[in-house]
């Protein structure tokens, strides 16, 4: 358990870009509650994400988005560390019991950034040209646009892909523009996806913060760094996700837009080779209602043998 001189620690997987996402959350606690940086310790634990980043088995194969958080969810449950910083996009939407999501940053761009040194869009890439990425969501869309490309697995955190296709391993790829920009490599994007067509992974482009759901000094103070808006929009696509039983094994994407206090929500859940594609939309002022409408729509319009390809994977 944590000292008495302590005032939290906070959780986060150790690649440049979590580090980043901890250190900021650092920042906004002693700016908003007034305490000494010094006192805030930020503990980095090894996931099991992390552990396949070299493998050549893709994340729906041996565990889902669970992977990047469960060691941090374990060392919160324990008391090793009270808050964990996640990619929102990263937490799968039942939570460890004993856990929950109690505040969400301002949201970055939610776009997918196109990435290549040879060409500059998606549609100039030669034919049969290798793109490369993790996301079998991004994999779909890419091949519903260009069913003739070479789609194969690329791993690694953000500076290490750029590298990677810096070195000719791939002739483009996709990362989210909101990590590009929070590690400051905004520049590398070629292009933007057009967020109307790739929607991205629901929740894309929010850091979420998760704390043991009884502590309740710890959520509120965690629940004043909270953006109302984000807020809304990553509950809406999460519930929208839960009714899918959404995980890295399904390529599904959700964009939620606010507009005077209304939401509208679009999801989308493809196949694995994009070819065949459903949508659904709609609006409401409540997010989890909301969502599992959306949800429940596109299940319906999917049906049951459309869905049951990724539960007997």
């Known amino acids: 358990m ?21 250190r900021l959350v650092r920042s906004l606690l002693t700016s908003t509650h007034g305490i000494d940086e010094d006192d805030i310790e930020i503990v980095v634990l090894s996931t099991g994400g992390d552990h396949i980043q070299v493998s050549n088995a893709s994340l729906s194969e041996i565990g889902g988005k669970g992977l990047f958080t469960k060691e941090i969810d374990e060392a919160m449950l324990t008391g090793r560390v009270d808050i964990g910083v996640h990619s929102s996009k990263d937490v799968a939407t ?5 856990l929950a999501l109690a505040a969400f940053f301002e949201r970055e761009d939610v776009r997918d950034a196109f990435l290549s ?13 290798k793109f490369r ?20 697995p690329f ?3 953000v500076g290490a892909r750029l590298q990677k296709l810096a070195d000719g391993v791939a002739d483009a790829t996709l990362l989210a523009m909101a990590g590009l920009n929070r590690l400051g490599e905004g520049h590398r994007a070629t292009g933007q996806m057009d967020p109307e067509i790739f929607l991205p992974a629901p929740a894309q482009g929010a850091i979420g913060l998760a704390v043991r759901s009884d502590d309740t000094r710890m959520a509120g103070l965690v629940a004043a760094l909270d953006h109302p808006p984000t807020n809304l929009a990553i509950t809406a696509e999460r519930a929208m996700l839960a009714v899918l039983d959404g995980s890295c094994r399904t390529p599904v994407g959700a964009l939620t837009r606010l507009d005077d206090g209304t939401l509208t929500l679009k999801g989308q859940i493809l196949s694995l080779d994009g070819q065949t594609a459903f949508d659904s939309a709609a609006t409401g002022v409540d997010p989890l209602a909301l969502g599992r409408r959306v949800g429940a729509d596109l299940l319906a319009r999917v049906g049951s043998e459309f869905m049951a390809q990724w539960t007997a994977t």
């Open 2 to 22: 944590q000292s008495p001189q302590t005032f939290a620690r906070i959780g986060t997987r150790g690649s440049p870009l979590a580090l980043m996402q901890a």
């Open 94 to 98: 039942q939570m460890s019991d004993g």
């Open 117 to 129: 040194v040879k060409v500059q869009s998606l549609d100039q890439l030669a034919e049969h040209a």
């Open 133 to 152: 990425t993790f996301s079998i969501r991004r994999a779909a869309q890419v091949l519903r646009q260009r069913p003739d490309l070479q789609i194969v």
């Open 155 to 157: 791993r690694g955190n």
